[in-house]
C-alpha cells in the first residue's frame, strides 16, 4: 500500500534533478512544488533508484544521437526520466511526472550555461561533485521559472 | 551588457555565475590588440615560459617534465570543449570520432590560436593514430630547447589542450606533441584552407616577428584508445 501512495505522489509533487559525471553524482536537487507534503524515506530513494536505473539507457542513446538534448529516455509508471547531455558527457537528468517538453528543454538550457559558467572557474575540477551555494539557488531558481 | 549584481548579497563582489559569457575572449593573437578580447603573443608567451620554468625546477627528469606540461594542458582542454560547445550555440554533441577530430583541428584551433590547424592525417601503418600539425604552435614561437632535453617539445601544452578535449567528450587518447624538421619545399607558409586567418592576416607568424624561419613544425600524434575504435567502428554499420 504505502509503496503505491508513494509512487502518486511523486506524479505530483517532486521534480528530482540530478547532474551526474561520469563516475558519480555531482549535484542533486529535489524541487516540491507542495512543501507541505509527506517525504518519507521510501519516496526519496525509489526516485534515485528509478533515475539512476536509467543510467544505462541514457549511456546508448548518448553515441545514436548528437543532439544534447536527449528527451525522455526512460518511462517508469507514470514518472519520465529527461535527459540533457553536455558536450563533455556530463548528464543533467530530470525526472519528472510529465511536463511539457519545451519548458524541461529551457530548463535545461539554462542549467546547462549555469554549469558552462561554473566550470570556468579554475578551482572547479572537472568531474567533481558542485558544492557552489550560488549555483545551488539559481538552478532552484531556475526550476521554479520553468518547471 | 553588465552582469547583474545580486542585492542581497553583502559583498560588492559578483557571483561567477551571473556574469555574461561574452564572445571570443580567451584568443591568442600576435601583436596585442586588446579591445576585441584577444591576448597577445609576449604576453602569453611571457607566462608560458615562466610555467616551463617552473616545472623546470621540479623535476628530475624529461618525461616528467612533459607530463606536467601535458596535464597542465589538460584542464585548459576540458574547459575549452564546454564553452566552445555552448558559444556555437548548436546543442550538437561530436560522437564521431573524425567529427572531434575536425572539430579540434578547426573550430578549436582557430577559437584559441585565430586559424586552423594546418593539417589533420592519419596514420597509414597504425588505424589508430592520428595527427594534427601545427607550422607555427604559439608555444614553441619563442622556446629553443637545449640539446639535453632531447625529444621534448615545449609544445607538450597544446598537447594536453588537445587530449583535455578528447577525454571530456568520451574518446580517450595518448596525445604526444613531436618536433619535426620541416622538409625542403614543404609549404610552411599558412595555407589557405579552412579560411586561414580571415580578413586582414592577424596572425603574425614567427616569419613576420623578425624571427629566423622555423626549422620544426609541431606534430601531435593522437593515438586512440581500443574501445573508442571499437565504439566508433559499430556506429558505421
Redesign the interface.
Known amino acids: 500500500y504505502t509503496v503505491l501512495n508513494c509512487v502518486t505522489m511523486a506524479n505530483q509533487s517532486s521534480l528530482l534533478f540530478v547532474i551526474v559525471g561520469k563516475n558519480e553524482p555531482l549535484y542533486e536537487a529535489e524541487f516540491n512544488h507542495f512543501p507541505g507534503s509527506d517525504r518519507t524515506d521510501s519516496l526519496t530513494r525509489q526516485n534515485y533508484f528509478v533515475l539512476h536505473s536509467s543510467l544505462d539507457l541514457v549511456d546508448k542513446s548518448?553515441?545514436?544521437?548528437?543532439?544534447?538534448?536527449l528527451r525522455v529516455v526512460d518511462k517508469v509508471n507514470n514518472q519520465h526520466v529527461s535527459t540533457f547531455?553536455?558536450?563533455?558527457?556530463i548528464k543533467f537528468m530530470l525526472l519528472h511526472g510529465g511536463k511539457s517538453d519545451d519548458s524541461i528543454r529551457n530548463f535545461f538550457?539554462e542549467v546547462?550555461?549555469?554549469?558552462?559558467?561554473?566550470?570556468?572557474?579554475?578551482f572547479y575540477?572537472?568531474d567533481t561533485p558542485i558544492i557552489?551555494k550560488?549555483?545551488d539557488s539559481?538552478v532552484r531558481s531556475c526550476a521554479r521559472r520553468y518547471l | 551588457q553588465r552582469g547583474t549584481f545580486d542585492t542581497m548579497s553583502r559583498t560588492n563582489t559578483t557571483?561567477?555565475?551571473e556574469?555574461p559569457?561574452g564572445r571570443n575572449t580567451n584568443r591568442v593573437l600576435g601583436g596585442g590588440g586588446s579591445n576585441d578580447g584577444t591576448v597577445s603573443l609576449s604576453a602569453f608567451s611571457y607566462l608560458y615560459s615562466e610555467l616551463v620554468q617552473y616545472h623546470q625546477g621540479r623535476c628530475a627528469s624529461i618525461s616528467e617534465l612533459e607530463r606536467r606540461l601535458e596535464s597542465s594542458g589538460y584542464?585548459v582542454g576540458?574547459?575549452v570543449?564546454?564553452?566552445?560547445?555552448?558559444r556555437s550555440k548548436e546543442?550538437?554533441?561530436?560522437?564521431r570520432l573524425m567529427?572531434i577530430l575536425q572539430f579540434i583541428s578547426s573550430s578549436v584551433w582557430k577559437s584559441l590560436f585565430g586559424k586552423a590547424a594546418d593539417s589533420l592525417e592519419r596514420s597509414i601503418d597504425h588505424e589508430d593514430e592520428y595527427m594534427i600539425v601545427d607550422y607555427d604552435p604559439i608555444t614553441s614561437v619563442y622556446a629553443s630547447v637545449p640539446p639535453d632535453l632531447g625529444s621534448l617539445s615545449a609544445d607538450a601544452y597544446l598537447g594536453g589542450i588537445i587530449a583535455g578535449v578528447l577525454d571530456?567528450?568520451?574518446f580517450g587518447a595518448r596525445v604526444t606533441a613531436h618536433g619535426v624538421t620541416i622538409e625542403e619545399g614543404e609549404n610552411s607558409n599558412h595555407s589557405n584552407h579552412g579560411g586561414g586567418s580571415g580578413g586582414g592576416g592577424r596572425f603574425m607568424s614567427s616569419n613576420n616577428l623578425g624571427l629566423p624561419p622555423r626549422k620544426t613544425k609541431a606534430v601531435f600524434l593522437v593515438k586512440f584508445d581500443k574501445e573508442v575504435l571499437d565504439?566508433d567502428s559499430s556506429?558505421d554499420r
Open positions: 548518448a553515441w545514436t544521437s548528437n543532439n544534447m538534448y547531455l553536455t558536450a563533455g558527457n538550457l546547462y550555461e549555469l554549469y558552462v559558467k561554473l566550470s570556468m572557474n579554475p575540477m572537472y557552489s550560488a549555483f539559481r | 557571483s561567477i555565475l556574469k559569457l584542464g576540458l574547459k570543449l564546454e564553452m566552445h560547445a555552448y546543442s550538437k554533441r561530436e560522437i567529427g571530456g567528450a568520451g565504439r556506429l
